[in-house]
């Protein structure tokens, strides 16, 4: 049974209420919670180490598979890793995410290692979400790894989110693109008080007319660092995109590193990258609406992380 | 109502002062369509916002239905019942045109309602509502959404700042019609910074600003035909010479 802070940290990270739908796994203080295969979507327990095998039948269309990790115990520190077979043809979407609760004075800490393996013209959809909260002096720590290969034709949609409580991250995304694949990742992220992100991408693409478009919007407050760095490779006629967007306010830090390598001819890479604070004449125009100073910000932060 | 008294605003620099706004003072009566005018870089639109309480003056002061708000900031003014649309609108990452609606009208209101402001200054609502009021959007469509802002607040005092600038000739008459409306709805007084003939024509009374000074106000009639005989700049300095400072 799940305790009551384990729920309110699933419906942080996953959205969910009760039981999904679907196939689930859900592991809660380094336990299995709860686990459910259907007739397309298997999930089995690694032998050799903690994790999954996620194994999608090809043609699956229109399923979910929900793979939320909660932690709620001071002082626990996981590895964890989980392996995503995709087969061709599919349609799906899958929720990760993590949520720690500490109120120790110990860290907890989960590092997720996630590995795709997508088939022939696929289409998925990856949601990963991570919180924190507590109130003790533990910090709350994540180290996500992900590495995804795209099969031919095959397109996959990212959304990486980190809106509150993680003290400390460091984020590590790799993906190689074979023909014809499309890779589009949506980072938010916001870190306040003494927290520290790290985000670091670097995408391949390998195969004729791949394209990438990697975006990344943060906000840093108070006296949070945050370090973005992204890296896209062009191997092949291929066309790819990489931007980050941050908004910096009080003694935070941010460091952005776009960096495009082209090796053909044919490659085509942008990067963008712009760092400023909340523009006065926008923070005026909420205030002639008759927000305050504060609500005002609140409203240009929550529109950005949308 | 609104009153101007004795306003003087200005900037310094380390070794310079310049004076913008000389002791102006004027009154827009409640339910009046009110036109300042004038020529560029006469003070017009730091007028405005003295008004909105952007910028706050060195003396002189500034009453709302007899309350002095001088020392009020904007939020307080706006939450008094005045309305600001500014000449240049400002863009917003992620924010969508329904949010800014909402925001302004302090209220959760339905896409159908949000829909109605969009139309009212001739946007194809649909299109609009759930668009990032971002970089994708032209000049014109963005001073469209900030005089449909203006229109969701429905305060009794609304202040516009060169509306028609970007709209195209086409949508002009639709424009003066939305101005027009918002007087008889809320029975709101307008004031609008204007060098446009045909909005001159739809005010009550004129107000010419040039130097940061009133160098003529007085009604429609008195003041247009004066305005209308030479380009602005040339009748300023023909209304200081001749007789149209009667008028004040």
Request: glycine residues 10%; charged residues 25%; proline residues 2%.
């Amino acid at each position: 049974m799940l305790s009551e802070i384990q729920k309110r940290l699933l419906a942080e990270i996953a959205d969910l209420h009760k039981t999904p739908e679907g196939a689930y796994n859900i592991r809660a203080n380094g336990k299995a919670a709860g686990r459910n295969s259907t007739a397309n979507i298997d999930i089995s327990s690694k032998t050799d180490k903690p994790g999954i095998d996620i194994r999608i039948r090809p043609g699956t269309k229109n399923e979910s598979v929900h793979i939320p990790v909660v932690l709620s115990e001071s002082g626990l520190k996981e590895i964890v890793y989980n392996d995503f077979f995709v087969g061709d043809d599919c349609d799906v979407v899958i929720v990760a995410g993590c949520g720690i609760s500490n109120c120790g004075d110990q860290d907890s800490a989960h590092d997720g290692v996630h590995c795709f393996h997508i088939g022939k013209n696929a289409k998925v959809k990856y949601v990963e979400k991570h919180y924190g909260e507590g109130t003790g002096r533990g910090r709350r720590i994540m180290n996500p790894r992900t590495e995804v290969y795209i099969g031919e034709g095959s397109s996959v949609e990212m959304e990486m989110v980190q809106i509150k409580g993680v003290d400390d991250t460091k984020r590590e995304t790799l993906a190689k693109l074979e023909k014809g694949a499309r890779l589009v990742v949506h980072e938010r992220l916001l870190t306040h008080g003494d927290q520290r992100a790290e985000s670091d991408y670097t995408v391949e693409l390998n195969g004729e007319n791949s394209s990438a478009d990697v975006v990344s919007r943060s906000v840093a407050k108070e006296r949070s660092s945050q370090l973005y760095r992204s890296r896209i490779v062009g191997n092949a006629l291929s066309s790819g995109h990489t931007e980050c967007d941050a908004i910096i306010m009080d003694k935070a830090r941010v460091v952005a590193v776009p960096e495009l390598e082209a090796n053909d001819i044919d490659s085509a890479l942008v990067h963008e990258a712009a760092i400023g604070k909340i523009a006065g004449d926008q923070i005026i125009k909420l205030m002639t609406l008759g927000l305050t100073e504060s609500e005002a910000e609140e409203q240009i932060i929550n529109g950005f992380l949308r | 109502m609104l009153e101007l008294k004795n306003l003087c605003f200005g900037v310094e620099n380390e070794d310079s002062a310049k004076e913008i706004i000389k002791d102006v003072s004027f009154v827009v009566p409640d339910e009046k369509f009110v036109v300042i005018t004038g020529p560029n870089g006469g003070g017009k639109s730091t007028l405005a916002r003295l008004i909105m309480g952007i910028e706050k003056p060195r003396s002189g002061s500034i009453l709302l239905d007899g309350e002095d708000i001088t020392a009020l900031g904007i939020t307080e003014r706006a939450k008094l019942g005045i309305s600001f649309a500014l000449q240049q609108p400002v863009r917003f990452k992620g924010i969508h045109v329904v949010d800014l609606l909402r925001l302004a009208s302090g209220k959760q209101l339905s896409v159908g309602d949000a829909c109605e402001y969009l139309s009212a200054v001739g946007l194809c609502a649909r299109d609009y509502i759930n668009r990032e009021v971002n970089a994708s959007l032209s000049g014109g469509e963005m001073k469209r959404i900030e005089i449909a802002t203006v229109l969701a607040r429905g305060t009794t005092l609304s202040v516009f700042d060169e509306p028609e600038a970007g709209i195209d000739l086409w949508s002009f008459q639709s424009l003066i019609q939305v101005f027009e409306n918002m007087q008889k709805r809320v029975h709101a007084s307008i004031l609008i910074i204007s060098h446009q003939e045909r909005i001159l024509e739809i005010a009550d009374s004129i107000i010419l600003i040039a130097d940061g000074q009133v160098r003529g106000q007085g009604s429609r009639d008195e003041m247009l035909p004066e305005l209308m005989k030479s380009t602005v700049p040339v009748t300023c300095s023909r209304i200081l010479e001749g007789g149209m400072n009667r008028a004040q």
